[in-house]
């Protein structure tokens, strides 16, 4: 696993979903893609505080990955996860209703 390092968001293009971090130990400003930004409730400002890990791409730049953003949250994918089982158990308590229903001789 890579290092985890750290620097303020330099600049941000929001437009075009990319930016530049200045690392706090003073190395190169790294480029940032919105896709190594994954599931937080906001997009980036510039001044954000971002932890990173840096991948060489293919022709020899550095770039941040597996990027979080110091304070701000990440959306809860539980509320999607807890939508689907109270479907499913709405649709599961319908089924075993109509049957009871039908057996009982409520429904012909």
Do not use: C
């Not at 303020?8 to 437009?15: P, S, Y």
């Not at 790294?30 to 890990?53: N, T």
């Not at 709405?90 to 049957?99: E, H, K, N």
Request: no cysteine.
């Amino acid at each position: 696993m890579a290092k985890e390092t750290q620097g303020i968001l330099k600049t941000w293009k929001d437009d075009r979903g990319f930016g530049f971090i200045k690392p706090d130990d003073g190395s190169d400003d790294i480029f940032i893609h919105i896709s190594a930004l994954k599931g937080f409730v906001r997009r980036p400002y510039r001044g954000d505080v971002i932890y990173y890990e840096v991948e060489q791409t293919e022709d020899g730049k550095s770039k941040a990955v597996n990027a979080r953003i110091e304070g701000v949250e990440i959306h809860a994918e539980e509320s999607v996860s807890k939508l689907g089982i109270w479907v499913s158990i709405a649709v599961i308590v319908t089924f075993i209703a109509g049957l009871g229903l039908y057996f009982g001789g409520w429904i012909k």
